[in-house]
């Protein structure tokens, strides 16, 4: 299976160090699954949990394309460790935290062709999505991915954001956003339309708050976000409804379409009692292409 025949509405992350846990993960309804070396796992055990990530994607062979692995950032010494264990087993794609800027993604490029052609790997066919909004300084860079090497799509945090600045919360009372990390979801969103590439809405924390994740996850995919990550299997399902157009949007987007195609040449164009210009039909045409239909 090829990247882009993939759905990336859900990424499910699952501890490096649990096998049960990355099974459990495979198994269930994520459309890819991220098998986490970094946060999820202590440093006493991350020698443990290289092996296990290993063992898993090879055992799993069949769901290779949508087993994708986090890796340690590249401004501490486990990195290419990671690597190292973990590319002979040819993961679907890697995850790239805290980073700086472009910089690091093309140095995570140099090192991923270095395993790939040690392993016999197609070398530049392992895609990458980076975390672009950890870091301070990262956040003066989310603008800078465009053609940058094996990146296939952005995504941002929060928590370590946070840490980053030395803030001591980064939500409101009511458990929205405070405004530098409203901040942080724009310029990623943005980051990504500019490169070409699918923007992943960060975390939610309470896995067992469903409904707010129904609402949150339906309003970034209207504010252009394709998918979200997960922290429990609870959450997959409702990512996944969430960021799968409804055979309405689907009808509307194919009478949009069809209106324009009955009316070429023209700017703009009447529909049911209101004007619809060349933006409609972009984004009309967008929506059919996700759903195989354009």
Known sequence: MSVASLKTRSWLFAPGD???KMTKAIEGSADIVLFDLEDAVTTENKPLARQTVHD??????AHRARMWVRVNPLDGPYTLTDL??????????????KVAGRQDVERLD??????????????????VIVLITETAEAMFHTG??????????????????????????NCNPDGSYRFTYELARSMCLLGAAAAGVTAIE????????????????EQVRRDGYRGMLAIHPAQVDVI????????????????IVDLFAANPGVG???????????????RAEHLLRQVGRA
């Open 18 to 20: 649990s096998e049960r």
């Open 110 to 127: 140099h090192y991923l062709s270095a395993f790939e052609a040690a392993n016999g790997i197609a070398i530049g066919s392992t895609p």
């Open 56 to 61: 898993v994607l090879t055992a799993h062979v």
């Open 268 to 282: 703009t164009i009447g529909y049911k009692g209101g004007m619809l210009d060349r933006p409609y039909l972009s």
């Open 202 to 217: 960060t975390i939610q924390g309470d896995f067992r708050d469903l409904d707010t994740l129904k609402t949150r996850a």
């Open 144 to 169: 800078d991915y465009k053609g940058a090497p094996r990146v296939v799509a952005l995504t941002w945090g929060a928590e370590d954001l946070a840490d980053s600045i030395g803030a001591s919360a």
């Open 84 to 97: 190292a264990a973990i590319m002979p087993a040819r993961p679907g794609g890697i995850m790239l935290p």
């Open 240 to 255: 996944n409804a969430a960021f799968t157009p409804t055979e309405a949007e689907i009808a509307e987007a194919q009478a």
